[in-house]
T-cell receptor, first 116, second 112 residues
Framework: DQQVKQNSPSLSVQEGRISILNCDYT??????FLWYKKYPAEGPTFLIS?????DKNEDGRFTVFLNKSAKHLSLHIVPSQPGDSAVYFC???????????????FGQGTILTVHP | DAGITQSPRHKVTETGTPVTLRCHQT?????MYWYRQDPGHGLRLIHY???????DKGEVSDGYSVSRSKTEDFLLTLESATSSQTSVYFC???????????FGSGTRLTVV
């Protein structure tokens, strides 16, 4: 039972255009969401996060949107650059009761390719 | 000067043998985690630790055990390796969800 789903295995965009990566979740107890970026032969690196009390968080070219009613979040990259080509994972956590210990549930990942 | 290192980076082992993967962090983070990455599954939590000698199971813990005798070190042991445990294993450390994790570079394990 996949609680966090990234239904698009891959996405291809032109340099300079917008990349939109999507993520859906089923567990209504999730209250914190994160995006990680992973290059081949490296570990994932933290990119951006959002709390469930917000619907948008922005950091430079990266913006995450959260739609709690739809249990959907998206990562927008504007403008996209060839160096953004990587696997992107969304992740979610529930801090309910203060006993999550920081555990994250990850989606399957989306391979983003940005063409020059 | 990476904050978290894993060893070995690559390993090939035979079915039925025990294997130990090592994770070492210099971040002084309380929480440590072992994940495995497989195609179509993303990253799945194997075990985690919330302090020295304090560990618990994740969603795919069968066939694995862990130990944490010092804040810096978190060991993952495959008690009797099987082909289904061929995977890339990532260790991570963190201070809690809101700060994100720091991941190691991974260990590619092949069980033949």
């Amino acid at each position: 039972d996949q609680q966090v789903k990234q239904n698009s295995p891959s996405l291809s965009v032109q340099e300079g255009r917008i990349s939109i990566l999507n993520c859906d979740y089923t567990n209504s107890m999730f209250d914190y969401f994160l995006w990680y970026k992973k290059y081949p032969a490296e570990g994932p690196t933290f990119l951006i996060s959002i709390s469930s009390i917000k619907d948008k968080n922005e950091d430079g070219r990266f913006t995450v949107f959260l739609n709690k009613s739809a249990k959907h979040l998206s990562l927008h990259i504007v403008p996209s650059q060839p160096g953004d080509s990587a696997v992107y994972f969304c992740a979610a956590s529930s801090n309910a009761g203060g006993t999550s210990y920081g555990k994250l549930t990850f989606g399957q990942g989306t391979i983003l390719t940005v063409h020059p | 000067d990476a904050g978290i290192t894993q060893s070995p980076r690559h390993k090939v082992t035979e079915t039925g043998t025990p294997v130990t993967l090592r994770c070492h962090q210099t971040e002084n983070h309380r929480y440590m985690y072992w994940y495995r990455q497989d195609p179509g599954h993303g990253l799945r939590l194997i075990h985690y630790s919330y302090g020295v000698k304090d560990t618990d199971k994740g969603e795919v813990s069968d066939g694995y055990s862990v130990s944490r005798s010092k804040t810096e070190d978190f060991l993952l042991t495959l008690e009797s390796a099987t082909s289904s445990q061929t995977s890339v294993y990532f260790c991570a450390c963190g201070q809690g969800t809101n700060y994100g994790y720091t991941f190691g570079s991974g260990t590619r394990l092949t069980v033949v």
